[in-house]
């Protein structure tokens, strides 16, 4: 569960990048995913957790 929400995390932070770009520079940019602050990753995943899907 963790690491789900740690990987939406990780294409929340990227989001706009991902909808600006077609498929050949998204799969570029999520097989080079960029430098980012691990603190501000895991505060991201964190706030996730108090969401419910459905």
Do not use: W
């Amino acid at each position: 569960e963790s690491l789900l929400r740690i990987c939406c995390a990780m294409l929340i932070l990227i989001r706009r990048r991902l909808l600006a770009g077609d498929f050949t520079s998204n799969l570029k940019l999520l097989q080079h995913y960029p430098s980012t602050n691990i603190s501000h990753l895991l505060y991201v995943a964190d706030k996730l957790r108090g969401r419910s899907i459905q």
